[in-house]
């Protein structure tokens, strides 16, 4: 497992992390709809984007989780359920 700071988020970067966000949240945010996260995935490439500092963790080369903070504060947290209760959020 390899983190490090994101410094150039490119159009195939963020499909990979669109892939995390959509897997994470319909493995945690059970109180959401198919429909409603259908409704929020448009935004959140803007949302990735937009986060003053962007971290991910990879493993064999590919994006299993990641994380953005801006101002000292934690923005955004999600990681693949493949990883999930591995202490990668700790």
């Known amino acids: 497992m ?5 410094k150039e988020r490119t159009p195939m970067l963020m499909e ?5 966000w959509e897997d994470s949240v319909r493995a945690t945010h059970l109180f959401l709809s198919d429909e409603e996260i259908n409704n929020i ?9 937009g986060v003053a500092r962007l971290y991910m963790a990879t ?32």
Do not use: C, D, H, N
């Not at 390899?2 to 994101?6: H, L, P, Q, S, T």
């Not at 995935?41 to 949302?47: A, M, R, W």
């Open 2 to 6: 390899k983190i490090m700071e994101v």
């Open 16 to 20: 990979q992390l669109l892939a995390v």
């Open 41 to 49: 995935k448009p935004y959140v490439p803007q949302t990735i984007e």
């Open 59 to 90: 493993k064999a080369g590919q994006p299993v989780a990641f994380m953005g903070t801006e101002k000292g504060s934690l923005e955004m947290l999600f990681i693949a359920s493949a990883e999930r209760g591995k202490e990668l959020g700790k």
